[in-house]
């Protein structure tokens, strides 16, 4: 079955600084997504992308926030200054269209400190 | 406004016996109704969907979910449970009409005792 992956796994940064997530999604996939998981708390949307622009976006995904697509194959999601709380699961997905089943990769453990 | 309820915390059941994880929804149009499952320090794994057609539908691992439009409910199913099904599942619903995010619930942790 295809794969999205993200790196890294695990990455732990102090308050105040910016980190970036990185998602390889599938390969023939136009659309793309994060969301996060709090410890022990419900999935929660961040973003979807779609044809190099933000498509949709949730409340959490206020200007600290920002994805890119800088290649053909990278999607980034970009934290500018981490707060104690934006410590969480980060998940990347994509999907082949909007009507499809979206595709999860491992996340990324953030832990901010 | 779209959202799901999985009103169980934690489901126990015996191994071999079946399962259900519960879940409603409730979208202004018509919903994709999906069922990921997400094992300890992993990723989610998408196990079944519904979006039209036949109302009992299959998917991984043996499970199954019916989509009950009167009830707006897509309960999660598997005749016979295994010790390997423990992990926690997620219901997660899509507006067919707008949006492309998934609202998610809040989860269910399953247990299977052997």
């Known amino acids: 079955e295809p794969e999205v992956t993200q790196t890294p796994s695990h990455q732990v940064t102090q308050m105040g600084q910016e980190v970036i997530l990185r998602c390889v999604p599938i390969?023939?996939?136009?659309?793309f997504y994060w969301y996060r998981q709090i410890l022990g708390q419900k999935v929660e949307f961040l973003v979807s992308f779609y044809n190099n622009e933000i498509s949709e976006k949730s409340e959490i995904f206020d200007d600290q926030f920002s994805v890119e697509r800088p290649d053909g194959s990278n999607f980034t999601l970009k934290i500018r200054s981490t707060k104690l709380e934006d410590s969480a699961m980060y998940f990347c997905?994509?999907?082949?269209?909007?009507?499809?089943?979206?595709?999860f990769g491992p996340g990324t453990r953030l832990t901010v400190t | 406004a779209q959202s799901v309820a999985q009103p169980e915390d934690q489901v126990n059941v015996a191994e071999g016996n079946p399962l259900t994880v519960k879940c409603t929804y409730s979208?202004?149009?018509?919903?994709?109704l999906f069922w990921y499952v997400q094992y300890p320090n992993r990723g989610l794994q998408f196990l079944l969907k519904y979006i039209t057609g036949d109302n009992l539908v299959k998917g991984s691992y043996g499970f199954e979910a019916e989509f009950n439009k009167s009830q707006t409910s897509f309960h999660l199913k598997k005749p016979s449970a295994l010790v390997s099904d423990s992990a926690l599942y997620f219901c997660?619903?899509?507006?067919?009409?707008?949006?492309?995010?998934?609202?998610w619930g809040a989860g269910t942790k399953l247990i299977i005792k052997p």
């Open positions: 997905a994509s999907s082949e269209d909007a009507a499809t089943r979206q595709y």
């Open positions: 997660a619903v899509r507006d067919v009409r707008s949006n492309y995010q998934l609202i």
């Open positions: 390969s023939n996939h136009l659309y």
């Open positions: 979208v202004s149009g018509n919903p994709y």
